[in-house]
């Protein structure tokens, strides 16, 4: 979506004065529209005009008043809250700063360098809304966030431009927050339209589908629904095209009125024959008396012998063929919209799926879920294009000392330098021309379509500078054909996939009569990670070969732009012309002199130059083996859920694969496979592989063969509608193939939740820089982004001098109820046999819940039992539950992500919700509780072994605490702690007692079968919140109950105060002890207390 929806934006027009718009765009462009003025404002330097600028646009158009005059909303020099860096101009409403102005000289060509900038402004700025960046040439405007923009040519402004621009910064306008009202508005609209069409849409597909079984039985199902999803990309480009003049307009219309005409003058056909008809205009082009229909061909309109054979109901196709045209795909439409439509209708592969082998479907495993794929939001794919392709671009300039300044028109330079600026600008181009960028998981073609954009963008940049430096008009190349057929390349196992990236690539560029471009040799349909046949079959992908152009033997490949047709002007022919004039006059008029002679002559080598860069552009480059940029969103499916071949192929093909990895990092090892040296990649992956021991080699193999240049921690589980639909926390990661880079890993944490959109230094909770050292020296190659050299310091110093917790005491894992691997039958584990909810003989045991674990207190909550001997699946050695002996919940506490132990030594099983110590002979068991409990071991924990930035069921493994830095002292100096832990037992006992007590009292008296949260913790309430919560369960109370009730309340509730006060201020002190034992610093000690 632009930053406007259409609809949305021509119902606010609407409502402007048209006498006013009509008064305030002469004025307008009287003076932006000024030739004269024009030259001047691009000869001023950037302090000389901003003033004036403010005051010309702001002021005199768009109605503000400039401090100092009274009562003035719009002021020069504006500076930050949090430090002393002013933008230029700043938006004042009331009190606030609603809007900030970051201008530039016009010698500032491509707006997007100064983004930073000013968004650096309006972060200073808590109540800033708009942000506007201009040139005096070029204005962009943007709301909230850089994702989306308008940039508007104030030079070359039309009313229809102007009247937006009007909206989006009027004062009035402004003041009243219409602009801020308009996106919320295209949002919600968006979102209307997207449900509402994909509801018709995928009518549509099931309709015709179903029709299409039912009337074609000499074909399968599963063919059926695959040529109907091909037969509506049909119908989807006669919709866009109509509608975008690439076809008559109308001209779905035009059929359905046609057919109905025939039916009646009794010449009836099938209407589907009609469109097939149309279809072969498309493919072959058609010229007639009421309408041309162009070639445009592509491949999608080819003859197809499923498709051309096949029978439709007439009115299943009139119906729904005029409900879709109905939809407007100019203004309501675009091609994000269809994207999500796209990705949403390939859930339905598996519906037909299922039903032809007359299976249910889960909703829960649909091929979205199955395969892993989930739609990439827009700032994602954005920011991953500009961090891979946009940095190498970046890189290239660079390595061409590239400087958009020396392109300025004022500057009178020799030929000779233009020349050379000329051919600096030639030589990036002709490197543009060469990329290659991959998705191996494409999809619907998210990626690649922002990549399409990113390339345009950066030609269009490259014939603006051109422009600059001749002096004259933009012309602009016709380059999308080129990017189609030779930077953009995709794989994807579902063939609907392949073919919905291909529409989605073709509508975003198709253009009046030009073909479309034939994309079977880029986009193609296979499985990226698996070459043999033998395992995949007939999806079996083989890179080199599918691929010669990228990975064949380095060869000249041409490669050709041309200038568009519908932008190349009649000024070229006119400049030779006038300048030869001019020249021979000159030569023939004694009266004038040689330089003017000479300064003819160059006019017209410049118009000679500018028709040889506008004219027919051939360039051979040589194409290197492997990917510039591989990019993307790979799937995300456990290795264990693939059949057995395919997990035992991966095994033994890729170095960094076992059998408890996800796929997502077969992806990223293929992708390092096929990217070219100093080759850039960016996935968006689940989080776990910066900590998880799976992903070890991967880890490993990516320290030594790459350098990680970036990675985002995104807010957790940002996929799907709202946080929870899926439960996936994921990081952007990107690297560049070289071993020659040691710099630092830029790293942006995103905390919490609350879903984003868009990603900056600016906006994350956390921005550092990695030593990548750090990560070469852990023993596990752990990324830990939550860890600096100052606490990679710290954590080195709790470690010194210590043993391991493993040779201080013996572990065991929970027992393990059932195994299938033991014999265990299904019904045997569906119908949990071993558990009862009484004790049915003597072989049934108390068996703890993972609740029934806190800091501190073991306590079984006498629901279930367990029957316990050699038949469970995993039955550990019965002293592990009736000894002496730590328990360690395995869940750790959400909020503080503190780890919760305690001691017993009652006869209690457990299962896999938590692990058990038993300390050796030289240490007792309350000292290692106290270790465990402390917060200083949390911290080690949290930063040793978690993915901190994680907020949902984080564990402490067995493993991990194993390895637990333990001060190695004697019994006698274990005392103090010993009776430290007796007492936080002892109140922790005490507390939970008086608590409990007061919650039976209440489930009595109030006939209450449970108590939710806030009334367990009832001594943490006020007396007014104790009655509010027993209102919520239907307790009323009498104004004599309710005084009665208070006093009780109030006095038990302090006597709980007390306890947990006296628990907190020990808790206090041990920590304190352990610090010391630890010979932590106060330093030290703010360290872990701050994390």
Known sequence: MSLFQKTVERKYLKQLDSKLIAAKYDEFKSYFGNPEIQKNIRNSKEEQFQEGFLRELFVKILGYTLNPDLNFNLTTEYKNIKDSKKADGAIIIGESVKGVIELKGTNTTDLGKIEAQAFGYKNNQPDCVYIITSNFEKLRFYIDNAVE?????????????????????????????????????????????????????????????????????????????????????????????????????????????DWKELQERDAEVPLYDRFKKYFGYLNTGFKGKRYDVFAYNGGLFEPDEVLDSVVIDDNLLYKNALKLSEYDFISEVDVNILGHIFENSLNELD????????????????????????????????????????????EKKAELQFNEEDYTTDKKRQIKTKQALLDKLKTYQNWLLQLTICDPACGSGAFLNQALDFLIAEHRYIDELQAKLLGVPMILSDVEKSILENNLFGVDLNEESVEIAKLSLWLRTAQPNRKLNDLSNNIKCGNSIISDPAVAGDKAFNWEREFPQVFGPEKRIPLTIEPRKDATPDYLKLIKEKSLEAQVKAEQAIALSKEAAEISKKVYEYAER????????????????????????????????????????????YKTANNRINLFSVFIEKAGNILKDGGKFSFIIPSSLLTQESYKPLRKQLLSESHIDNIVRLPNESFGGSAGEVKVDTIIFTFTKTTNLKSPVEVLVYKGFTRINEITILNCDELSYMDLTLWERDADYIFRININAEISDLMSKIEGGTTVLLNCADFCLGLTPYDKYKGHTPEQINNRVFHSLFKKDETFRKLLAGHDVTRYSIKWNGQEWISYGKWLGAPREERFFTEKRILVKQIIDWTAKRIWASITNDELYNAQNAFNLIAHENYYTEYLLILINSQLISFYHRKKFLEEYKDRFQKILIKDCKNFPIKAISKEKQQPFIEKADLMLSLTKELQDSSQKFQRTILRKFDLEDLPGKLQNWYLLSYKEFIAELGKKKVKLSLKEEAKWEDYFLQEAEKALEIKAAIETTDKEIDLMVYQLYELTDEEIRIVEGA
């Open 351 to 394: 519906e037909i799926q299922a039903q032809l082998d007359g299976k249910e479907i889960d909703k829960a495993k649909t091929k979205r879920k199955k395969d892993g794929v989930f739609y990439t939001p827009k700032y994602i794919t954005k920011y991953i294009v500009e961090n891979t392709l946009g940095k190498l671009c970046s």
């Open 149 to 257: 923009f308008i940039e508007f040519n104030l030079f070359k402004l039309t009313k229809s431009d102007f009247e937006i621009l009007f909206i989006c910064l009027a004062y009035d306008q402004i003041a009243k927050g219409i602009p801020k009202k308009v996106k919320e508005e295209s949002v919600s609209h968006e979102d209307v339209i997207t449900k509402k069409l994909y509801s018709d849409y995928s009518l549509f597909k099931r309709e015709l589908h179903q029709n299409l079984v039912s009337q074609n039985p000499q074909f399968d199902a599963l063919t059926l629904f695959r040529k109907s999803q091909k037969l509506l990309d049909r119908f989807l480009f006669l919709f866009f095209a109509e509608d975008r003049q690439l076809l008559p307009p109308n001209s779905v219309r035009l059929v359905l009125n």
């Open 610 to 653: 500018l028709e040889e860069v506008s004219e027919l552009d051939s360039v051979y480059v040589y194409r290197k083996t492997g990917f510039d940029v591989v990019i993307g969103n790979p799937p995300y499916v456990d290795i264990k859920a693939l059949p057995k071949n395919i997990v035992e192929h991966i095994s033994t093909t």
